[in-house]
């Protein structure tokens, strides 16, 4: 470290004034001490201001790239010592009025239904069912209802795509909409495509161990598609202690047992 200048010259003052006598009188230990508080401020100068204990070891915030900075904070809709649970999402399925709105299109009775347990909110999903299978080409308003298995506290950074990979059909009337405890977290829309498109977006959502209402709505208005076409809406989350989002895992999509 550099020395200060003038922390030499009154070092040694101060070394005089407290050798140069073995009975310093009074006037010659006042004048030393205030050259050591001298010295003392110098050297405190040179060294920076003196970090606060009660803050110091905390970390610094880390701002979230790409994701809204209002953060919504939700509780549980479910503790987390629930019994009757198995995995799984409940997946109902209804013909899509696409001029409609899509809670209220999903309050009649369903055509037909079945528990996923992969490949989550994928329009392709019906081609797993047999009694669904039926209904493939078709406009269709599709509906996971789940329990999401939260296991830590804090920010959750949720990212949301409606996607469909490359595909030289016309898919027309394409939408989501993705609730948690009755709140929007993502909804998006694409009117005509002929090729592949994506729409996203994200969230930021402070949750606590548990399990919360998890819906995803996804509707095609006139899917004249083939199978390899991969529709759907993909949910990826960053939890607290980690540093990359990753896709949902089947192992936290819960439903209750009938």
Same mark, same amino acid.
């Given at each position: 470290?550099?020395q200060h ?12 004034a407290?050798?140069g006598s073995p009975?310093?009188?009074?006037d010659?230990?006042?004048? +030393?001490?205030?050259?050591?508080r $001298? =010295?003392? @401020?110098?050297q405190?100068?040179? /060294?920076?201001?003196?970090e ?10 880390v ?5 809204s900075?209002?953060?919504v904070?939700l509780?549980p ?5 629930v019994?009757?649970?198995e995995?799984?999402?409940?997946l109902?399925l209804?013909?899509n009025n696409r001029e409609?709105?899509?809670?209220a299109?999903?309050i009649?009775?369903s055509?037909?239904s ?6 989550f ?5 019906i081609?797993s069912?047999?009694?669904?299978r039926?209904?493939w080409?078709?406009?269709?308003l599709?509906?996971w ?9 804090? +920010?959750?950074v949720?990212?949301? $795509? =409606?996607k @469909?990979?490359?595909d030289?059909? /016309?898919?027309?009337g394409s939408?989501?909409?993705v609730?948690?405890?009755?709140e929007t977290v993502?909804?998006a829309?694409k009117e ?6 994506s729409?996203?977006g ?6 606590s161990?548990?399990?919360y209402?998890?819906e995803?709505?996804?509707a095609a208005?006139?899917p004249h598609v083939?199978?390899s ?12 202690s980690?540093m ?5 895992q089947s192992?936290?999509?819960w439903?209750?047992?009938?």
């Open positions: 470290m550099k200048p003038l922390t030499s010259a009154i070092l040694a003052i101060i070394v005089i407290a050798c009975s310093p009188n009074p010659d230990r006042a004048r +030393a001490d205030s050259l050591q $001298e =010295l003392s @401020r110098l405190q100068a040179q /060294r920076g201001p003196v606060n204990p009660a803050t110091s070891s905390q970390p610094a915030a701002p979230v790239a790409g994701a900075s209002n953060v904070v509780a809709a479910e503790p987390g010592t019994t009757d649970l995995q799984g999402a409940v109902d209804w013909l409609g709105d899509l809670k299109l999903t009649d009775r055509v037909g079945m528990i996923a347990t992969s490949d909110f994928r329009y392709n999903h081609n069912d047999q009694d669904l039926g209904y080409g078709r406009p269709l599709m509906k209802s789940a329990l999401l298995e939260i296991t830590e506290s804090g +920010a959750h949720f990212s949301f $795509e =409606l @469909r990979q490359q030289p059909n /016309r898919l027309d939408r989501t909409l609730t948690l405890n009755g993502f909804q829309q005509y495509a002929y090729d592949e498109f729409e996203m994200s969230a930021v959502l402070s949750l161990p548990g399990f209402r998890l995803v709505w996804l208005g006139t083939v199978p076409t991969d529709l759907g809406t993909y949910i990826k989350v960053r939890e607290p980690s990359t989002p990753q896709p949902l192992s936290r999509i439903h209750r047992a009938p």
